[in-house]
């Protein structure tokens, strides 16, 4: 089997040349995103390994078609960057779910706690030799109300951790989970009543900017807001204009609306073409990390693994994979996943 794998950086070689090794898959790394105009280098490739960043819309999904492409593996649980619906009866789009939800509920937890103590900031100072406390006063976590929007395995991981610092947490989903004691509230409750607002939700029509001028304008004085998830939850303009109304008291961002050309590329020697990222940068208060949550060792050991393991499934089983990703899933006439059978 030949994939081609896109946006390869060089942390991804290693686990996906061993796991691919092992199992007779051959894996065509291309620095290169998946878009349009490169495509055509998936040319006699069985497969094509994408992630967050790619282009898989109307035209990619036909060129890949036309060219005999038959699967789409994400290595990322997101797909919102890929067209299901259009490739429904033309390729396979398969994901992995759950890489490693601790990685990025971890990372959640560490953004907000260098932002809160202002660890960023007296790292840099004790550089220069400079520990003056001027500035630096944070605030207990303890007590605090944090307001988590999404409880799948990420955000109840968080939810954990947040409740051994002795944080009240409370929690929205469109979906609330029956197994828990999660003290779920309406949006504009949640809104209403957070110290702290942690994103970790998937990217939808519904959730598309689920954080806009409206939302902020309910929140707190002074609200934490963090985002490991997907960079559109956030209205970036809204955010700015939060921030410089002093309504938003930090902003922890691991994702941004318009990352896919900017995140994991190195710009430091060039002008910046993004005014708002550059000016959200700027603010004090701001804290961006660039889509790195999930990077952990054990993380991209598993996303690999699984990832294979998709591959494996459609090729050399019976073509059911758990993890297929098909827009009819769930619909309880229509999706074919549940009698095991292929979704198309």
């Known amino acids: 089997m030949k994939v081609a794998f896109f946006d390869t950086k060089p942390y991804d070689k290693p686990a996906f040349e061993l796991y691919g090794g092992q199992n007779g898959v051959d894996f065509k790394f291309y620095e290169t995103k998946l878009n349009e105009d490169t495509a055509s280098l998936a040319d006699g490739c069985d497969a094509v390994c994408v992630f967050v960043n790619d282009t898989v819309n109307v035209a990619v999904i036909d060129k890949l078609y036309d060219m005999g492409v038959k699967l789409v593996a994400l290595r990322s649980a997101g797909y919102n960057n890929v067209d299901i619906e259009h490739a429904y009866g033309k390729i396979h789009v398969v994901h992995v779910p759950a890489y490693s939800p601790y990685s990025v509920a971890e990372h959640t937890m560490a953004l907000l706690l260098t932002s809160v103590r202002r660890i960023h900031k007296a790292y840099i100072r004790t550089k220069d030799f400079?520990?003056?406390l001027n500035g630096l006063t944070g605030f207990d976590l303890h007590g605090k109300t944090v307001g988590v929007i999404?409880?799948?395995k990420i955000g109840s991981i968080f939810i954990d951790i947040c409740r051994g610092f002795g944080m009240n947490v409370i929690a929205y989903d469109k979906f609330p989970r029956q197994d828990t004691e999660i003290r779920y509230v309406e949006l504009d409750e949640?809104?209403?009543?957070?110290?702290?607002?942690?994103?970790?939700?998937?990217?939808t029509s519904e959730t598309r900017h689920i954080i806009d001028a409206e939302a902020i304008a309910k929140m707190k004085k002074g609200i934490v807001v963090i985002n490991t998830s997907r960079g559109?939850?956030?209205?970036?303009?809204?955010?700015l204009s939060?921030?410089?109304?002093?309504k938003i008291g930090a902003a922890c961002l691991d994702v941004y609306e318009e990352e896919?050309?900017?995140?994991?590329?190195d710009f430091s020697g060039h002008i910046f073409s993004d005014d708002i990222l550059a000016r959200l940068i700027s603010m004090p208060n701001v804290i961006v990390t660039s889509h790195q949550a999930f990077l952990t060792e054990e993380a991209l050991d598993n996303i690999a693994k699984t990832t294979v393991d998709n591959i494996l499934s459609y090729f050399d089983g019976d073509g059911v994979c758990d993890n297929e990703l098909c827009y009819r899933c769930g619909n309880i006439e229509e999706c074919k996943k549940g009698k095991k059978q292929?979704?198309?």
């Open 232 to 239: 559109a939850l956030i209205d970036a303009e809204a955010l």
């Open 260 to 265: 896919a050309d900017i995140f994991f590329q």
């Open 342 to 344: 292929k979704c198309f």
């Open 150 to 152: 999404g409880t799948g």
């Open 130 to 132: 400079n520990f003056s």
């Open 242 to 246: 939060g921030i410089k109304a002093r």
């Open 190 to 203: 949640l809104f209403r009543s957070s110290d702290i607002i942690s994103l970790h939700c998937p990217l």
